[in-house]
């Protein structure tokens, strides 16, 4: 398996209050990202970033926002959490412009917002 | 905007039944392919991956997918299942060149013994 390291594995939180979740990669990959995946609805992308202080928005980024101060870590951050984030987050990683392009997942956050 | 549809939401099977599970695509350009299972209570590992050349692509564990451009399809298959691969698995696509990945909403196959 990739070095990704997720952190924390699980966690609960109250309505309102700021969460961060951590995204740790011994790979040095350039490109990393944060899915939550929900029931139906597949992985959905949150945010991207694809080199130290390079982000870009994904499709439901709306209440997320995300660093990246060094190539290892990439950190997402619920500003208000709320109960519509309840979810399971995953980081993911990836290295363009070779043929192994595909993404390595994380192990995964259990999100509950209560 | 790309996207991708996986017609089977949920799967049943009995052990030794042939396996495939649909995955479509919008995109007309160049693009890569993934298959990706996520066993219960993991995360996701890559099954198969298309880039270029042959279309029909072996991946672990006895799967394999077929690319076919005409009909934008990149179904996954199997001969024979077994009750180790229930799992969830989510069809990929980006854009040659692009690194965002859109993934499909998943397939749940649920193999009895």
């Known amino acids: 398996d990739a070095g990704i390291t997720q952190s924390p594995r699980h966690k609960v939180t109250e309505t309102g209050t700021p969460v961060t979740l951590r995204c740790h990669q011994t790979?040095?990959?350039?490109?990393m990202y944060w899915y939550r995946q929900d029931p139906g609805h597949g992985l959905r992308l949150i945010h991207y970033?694809?080199?130290?202080?390079?982000?870009d928005k994904g499709e439901v980024s709306d209440g997320y926002s995300v660093s990246r101060s060094k190539t290892e870590d990439f950190l997402l951050t619920l500003e208000s959490a709320t109960s519509s984030q309840t979810s399971v987050y995953f980081c993911?990683?990836?290295?363009?412009?070779?043929?192994?392009?595909?993404?390595?997942f994380g192990q995964g956050t259990r999100l509950t917002v209560v | 905007a790309q996207s991708v549809s996986q017609h089977n939401h949920h799967v049943i099977l009995s052990e030794a039944a042939s396996l495939e599970l649909g995955c479509n695509y919008s995109?007309?350009?160049?693009?890569?392919l993934f298959w990706y299972v996520q066993y219960p209570g993991q995360h996701l590992q890559l099954l198969l991956k298309y880039f270029s050349g042959d279309p029909l692509v072996k991946g672990i564990k006895g799967f394999e997918a077929e690319f076919i451009k005409s009909k934008f399809s990149f179904n996954l298959r199997k001969p024979s299942v077994q009750w180790s691969d229930t799992a969830e698995y989510f069809c990929a696509v980006n854009r040659g060149g692009y690194q965002k990945v859109t993934f499909g909403i998943g397939t749940k196959l649920q193999v009895i013994p």
């Open positions: 993911a990683i990836s290295e363009p412009g070779t043929v192994n392009t595909e993404a390595f």
């Open positions: 790979e040095n990959h350039r490109y």
């Open positions: 995109y007309g350009g160049t693009v890569n």
């Open positions: 970033s694809y080199g130290v202080k390079d982000t």
